[in-house]
């Protein structure tokens, strides 16, 4: 959510039952003004906290001229002093699913080992490899699948223009109750899943599209159906979108007025057992 | 003059296409320079003049008006403004005596300390629907237990004590199956009976009364603060086992069907008590000293778990870093559910009375040779220091709510098996609340378990097993003694006719 936006969209998510305390809202008002500064982002974001066994992680988010590739992560464990987080790439991504497991310890520089060691075949002798992998390292990939997976934005609130540019609608008034109440109006702000082959879709689907809005991809169509709980929350005002796939993130959305937001405050854990759980 | 006057009269004819007076135009094309002032009007008069005809048009409102159809919200919002009413015939005394509520604000406010809650306002109006269930069902003690996400809306749960006197209206009776078995008998005895099933379905466990165990207080839930409360049914300990098993969403509606394998008996209303009750046994802890046992008099045969426990007057609260920092402070205060799925261990492999009277002795039970070993749980009141780990995670973890001003932080637990349900303490007050979606930790992932076996259709017999075919030449070689035999007997019988005739 919006760092200028912190003080009241706190609130509207704290339907899910975590909150920051006072102290936290106010050291992280003021240090991510700070943080703004120094990077020089355009926009800065409270991404949400990935709690650990012996200490939090506080995630910010900043975001440059592109909303949608231009981002950066860094992480806090007092809400004062931010680190940069390395960006996530395949080999990273590929080096955390191979040895992380269990929840989060709490310190950056906690190292995971898992030896794996393969099946005993006639031909080859057996190799076991270590694979290790740093906390900090595990922190951004998950960071960054979570944003991939299940970020949440209402449609409309930000177009693309022909350059290929994506950023904030200005005139963005907000969804009406009737369209909040379906899934189909909100989109993931992330790259698409197949760009190449893109669903198909019929003449008059194509119609009510709007190239400038709807660039990205429908929570509708999310795998598997059901991943997502759309509620509407404190005396029915705000609308609600919790994730079932990663259980702590929650987006928030008051119908007719532009304020949106989404936050994660969980375990940083996939939610694997999902389908046996519908 | 008259001239002019025609003139006027033949700019005031209204077109026949359009029904519109080029006098009426100029003069609003006029009005609208005058208001705007253009710039180098007279190059921009033509666009003018086509603008002003555009905005002629007018939608045809009809005189009747849509009435705005009344949201979902204000429906809610209706309800909860009768949350703030008071009641106008309860005096004043009253309300300042003792109530069964506990300070409201100020459990929200060290909640807020400790990053837990649900947002003041909605605090606020869960307290205000809390006072009213506390009004309208007489309970003598009640507090916020938490509350369940749901898929399609959550579960605002509260607990409460049983009023005194109250009766479990449902009672799961023990129908056993075998009546039905013994009428089958009595149909077929007369034809050919169908093997009979040696299937024995295990014993129920009995439930255990209300006011102990995992039924000791009653659970009311609403899906919104203002919404009336329903008050959940009792437990059983077979649906406490059964929810072990399973791991399902919870959908907001207390008649949805359970589906599961192993199947759950009951809808979503009882396996939403049973993982209260679970909740409740695994999170619910009290700073050491807090409460202390109560001493029972007179003798107990078993060495039955004490249950019950009182407040302890003299105690003073422990510093909030100690608390914080060791987990041996803290206790649980709610009974641990054994394995059976009851706090009380129940000896199932008892006889049923109808035998014993028989017998005439009772010490005959006792001697059983295979007599389940009794299950033992933890005593009530162990500290947290001895909860297991499960899957490499400690159990809790505790922090200071902030470490800037630790002089009057709050110590904050959070529990790691349930995600979800944290506790807080600060000098001579803690509380207990758990928010999340109402399932345990599971670790690497969840499978679900494997049917059993399917059993035998029928036991092993003489005339029921198979034996192998005679092959090609036994068949053979027994023909052929058939044949012999046959050809002997034939023979016999010549004889014997060749005989009689003979006589006659």
């Known amino acids: 959510m919006d760092a200028d936006s912190l003080f009241f969209s706190l609130d509207a998510v704290a339907g899910s039952g975590n909150t920051l305390s006072p102290e936290q809202r106010a050291a992280l008002q003021s240090s991510l003004l700070v943080l703004r500064r120094s990077y020089k982002f355009r926009r800065v974001l409270f991404w949400g906290k990935v709690l650990g066994l012996k200490q939090d992680y506080f995630i910010a988010q900043g975001r440059g001229e592109d909303e949608l590739r231009d981002r950066k992560y860094l992480y806090s464990l007092n809400c004062i002093d931010w680190f940069l987080l390395p960006p996530a790439t395949d080999s990273t991504v590929a080096q955390v699913s191979g040895a992380a497991r269990g929840q989060f310890v709490g310190d950056p520089s906690f190292v995971y080992e898992r030896v794996e060691s393969p099946r005993m075949s006639e031909d080859e002798a057996a190799q076991s490899h270590v694979n290790k992998v740093n906390e900090e390292t595990r922190l951004s990939v998950t960071v960054h699948q979570i944003d991939q997976d299940v970020s949440v934005v209402p449609r409309g609130a930000f177009i693309r223009n022909h350059h290929g540019l994506v950023h ?89 007025t532009p304020q949106h937001g989404y936050v994660y405050i969980g375990d940083g854990t996939k939610h694997l057992d999902l389908p046996f759980m519908l | ?288 000293g807090f409460y202390q046992a109560r001493e029972e008099e007179g003798d107990e045969e078993d060495e039955a778990p004490q249950d019950s426990y009182e407040v302890n007057p003299d105690f003073e609260g422990i510093p909030v870093t100690e608390m914080a920092e060791s987990l041996s402070f803290w206790v649980h205060h709610v009974q641990h559910i054994l394995q059976q799925g009851r706090c009380t261990w129940v000896n199932l492999a008892v006889k049923p009375e109808e035998e014993s009277y028989e017998e005439g002795e009772a010490d005959e039970k006792e001697e ?49 098996l349930w995600p979800g349900a944290f506790a807080y303490a600060c000098g001579k007050k803690f509380e207990n609340i758990y928010v999340g979606w109402g399932m345990k930790y599971a670790g690497e992932g969840y499978s679900p378990p494997v049917p059993p076996l399917p059993q035998k259709e029928y036991l092993s017999g003489a005339n029921v097993t198979e034996t192998l075919d005679p092959s090609l030449e036994e068949e053979q070689v027994l023909q052929e003694a058939l044949e012999e035999q046959q050809a002997a007997q034939e023979e016999m019988e010549e004889t014997e006719d060749e005989e009689e005739e003979d006589d006659d």
């Open chain 1, 168 to 256: 904030v609608n200005r005139s963005f008034a907000g969804l009406s109750e009737s369209e909040a109440k379906k899934l189909d109006s909100f989109l993931h702000l992330s790259e698409a899943k197949n760009p190449k082959n893109p669903k198909p879709r019929s003449v008059l689907q194509n119609g009510e599209l709007n190239p400038a809005m709807d660039f990205l991809d429908v929570l509708s169509d999310d795998v598997p159906k059901g991943s997502w709980s759309l509620q509407f929350e404190s005396a029915g005002r705000v609308c609600i979108l919790r994730s079932l796939l990663w259980l702590g993130l929650t987006f928030y959305h008051l119908p007719g």
């Open chain 2, 1 to 288: 003059m008259q001239s002019a006057a025609s003139f006027k009269a033949f700019l005031l004819k209204n077109s026949t296409e359009s029904n519109l007076n080029i006098y009426d135009h100029l003069t609003q094309l006029l009005m609208k320079v005058m208001d705007e002032r253009p710039h180098n009007a007279v190059d921009v008069i033509e666009d003018m003049s086509r603008d002003v005809k555009r905005e002629l048009f007018q939608d045809t409102q009809s005189t009747l008006r849509d009435l705005p159809q009344t949201t979902d919200a204000e429906l809610l919002a209706e309800q909860q403004c009768l949350l703030f009413s008071r009641q106008e015939d309860t005096d004043q005394e009253e309300e300042l005596a003792e109530t069964p509520l506990p300070n409201v604000s100020e459990i929200g406010f060290y909640l807020e300390q400790a990053g837990v809650g649900l947002g003041r306002e909605e605090m606020q109006r869960i307290f205000l629907a809390l006072k009213r269930l506390v009004e309208t069902q007489a309970l003598p003690r009640c507090r916020l237990w938490g509350k369940i996400l749901g898929t399609g809306s959550n579960y605002i749960v509260a607990e409460a004590e049983y009023r005194e006197g109250e009766e479990d209206e449902e009672q799961i009776t023990d129908e056993a199956p075998e009546e039905e078995g013994r009428e089958a008998e009595t149909q077929d005895s007369e034809m050919d009976p169908p093997p009979q099933s040696t299937y024995k379905p295990p014993l129920m466990v009995p439930q255990e009364a209300i006011g102990t165990g995992a039924n000791k207080f009653v659970y009311y839930v609403c899906n919104e603060p203002g919404l009336p409360w329903v008050k959940l049914p009792s437990v059983s300990p077979a649906q406490i086992t059964v929810a072990r098993q399973i791991r399902k969403f919870f959908t907001g509606r207390l008649d949805t069907p359970v589906v599961s394998y192993p199947p759950f008996p009951g809808n979503e209303a009882n396996y939403l008590r049973a993982q209260i009750a679970r909740i409740s046994a695994g999170t619910q802890v009290s700073p050491l």
């Open chain 2, 368 to 416: 059983e040779p295979d007599e389940p070993e009794p299950e033992v749980g933890p005593p009530l009141l162990t500290p947290l220091s001895e909860d297991a780990e499960m899957f490499g995670t400690p159990p809790w973890s505790s922090r200071l709510s902030s470490t800037l001003t630790p002089q009057h932080a709050v110590a904050v637990l959070r529990s790691n």
